[in-house]
């Protein structure tokens, strides 16, 4: 059974920083990614915006939005991969609920400049850690 969870959510003030984890397990496919999803308030699953990926390899893909200021990385252990999501500067627009989620590799690149809904079968979801940014 594929389990994602995060953690590391919290309330920051603008210009502050945060690290966020997801533990992954029960999710063994060579050929994968993972990736940091965010939904803003209002909207739904479907609508979720991915703002940085990862795969085994290390290749990394970011939404324009976030580069320079996050950092994904990737770390692999016998029973679980992590990724991290190191995010500075945040400013309050980047409020939102980040989820965290793993797929196929071929994905890398798509995942961080469309909206979660054509990949959203194709994808393991984990429930979400809250980020709040105060002005």
């Known amino acids: 059974r594929v389990q994602l969870v995060e953690s590391g959510g919290g309330s920051v003030q603008a210009g502050g920083s945060l690290r966020l984890a997801c533990e992954s397990s029960g999710y063994t496919a060579s050929d994968s990614c993972m990736a940091w999803y965010r939904q803003l308030p209002g909207k739904g699953p479907l609508e979720r915006e991915g703002?940085?990926?990862?795969?085994?390899?290390?290749?990394?893909?970011?939404a324009d939005s976030v580069k320079g200021r996050f950092t994904i990385s990737l770390q692999e252990r016998s029973d679980k991969t992590i990724i991290y999501l190191q995010m500075d500067n945040l400013k309050a627009d980047n409020t939102a609920t980040y989820c965290c989620?793993?797929?196929?590799?071929?994905?890398?690149?798509?995942?961080?400049?469309?909206?979660?809904?054509?990949?959203?079968?194709?994808?393991?979801w984990g429930q979400g850690t809250q980020v709040t940014v105060s002005s």
């Open positions: 703002i940085a990926a990862i795969d085994s390899d290390g290749t990394q893909a970011y």
């Open positions: 989620a793993a797929g196929p590799r071929v994905l890398l690149r798509l995942l961080v400049i469309r909206p979660a809904k054509p990949f959203f079968q194709s994808m393991y």
